[in-house]
């Protein structure tokens, strides 16, 4: 199993060198159709928690 980086509290480009890694790893023997879906999925949650925060944001 692939583990998660440690990003940085300054988050360096030595950080997005490492997600863009971790990423890599998690994908490299996916099918085009599997990689479209995890994306997809990411950008979902991405997407439901803006729209959370947002909510928050108006009721606080």
Known sequence: MI??????TGFTIEDIHKIREYHYELTKDMTVQEKNNFYNEGGR???AEMEKRKLQKVQG
């Open 3 to 8: 583990t998660e980086p440690v990003i940085s």
């Open 45 to 47: 949650a991405f997407l």
